[in-house]
T-cell receptor, first 113, second 115 residues
């Protein structure tokens, strides 16, 4: 199906474990983004990518790693999960830098125990 | 980016037009107005954006006042599925550092479509 998908949709993990959240888009959009959404903080940008092999930090990058070897995929890895990383994670993509909208995936609800 | 002000909540009867206002009195000439919505437990959804002309797409219409200090998102025939929180965002449409990509959602307007 065309669009942007995320997996898993729900994940429970323990403190200290490595977790990877997947994001896949079928539009061939150049730009991809990872956000986290927490009550009281709204959406916060973690990392973004302007193209394959080009990534950069957003507002809250600590504790996260990203890669983008293919245009359509943008995985987010929590190297050693902490309770403060319990959140809902959204991936988004956009065809253009800022003149067009960002299209969001359905989200991954991550709980770190 | 310019600050926006939206009413916290609105009701609309199903089948009627929903008109959601947004004030952005400090908007700059190079800033666009974007609208997104978030239905409960779903990802944010892009709706429409504009600079100074009115815009229409398959989802909604965007009316921007001539002085650009306010705008109105219009859902022409609201359905129950349009119940969501609607966010008005004003931001520049050019690269100006990493923050260019950041979408800053305020509190938005919770629209309830009533049967």
């Amino acid at each position: 199906d065309a669009g942007i998908t995320q997996s898993p949709r729900y994940k429970i993990t323990e403190t200290g474990r490595q977790v990877t959240l997947m994001c896949h888009q079928t539009w061939s959009h150049s730009y991809m983004f990872w956000y986290r959404q927490d009550l009281g903080h709204g959406l916060r940008l973690i990392y973004y990518s302007a193209a394959a092999d080009i990534t950069d930090k957003g507002e809250v990058p600590d504790g996260y790693v990203v890669s983008r070897s293919k245009t359509e995929n943008f995985p987010l890895t929590l190297e050693s999960a902490t309770r403060s990383q319990t959140s809902v994670y959204f991936c988004a993509s956009s065809e253009a830098l800022a003149t067009l909208g960002q299209y969001f995936g359905p989200g991954t609800r991550l709980t770190v125990t | 980016d310019a600050k926006t002000t939206q009413p916290p909540s609105m009701d609309c009867a199903e089948g009627r037009a929903a008109n959601l206002p947004c004030n952005h009195s400090t908007i700059s000439g190079n800033e666009y107005v974007y609208w997104y919505r978030q239905i409960h437990s779903q990802g944010p959804q892009y709706i429409i954006h504009g600079l100074k002309n009115n815009e229409t797409n398959e989802m909604a219409s965007l009316i921007i006042t001539e002085d650009r200090k306010s705008s109105t998102l219009i859902l022409p025939h609201a359905t129950l599925r349009d119940t969501a929180v609607y966010y008005c965002i004003v931001r520049v449409a050019k690269y100006s550092g990493a923050g260019s990509y950041q979408l800053t959602f305020g509190k938005g307007t919770k629209l309830s479509v009533i049967p």
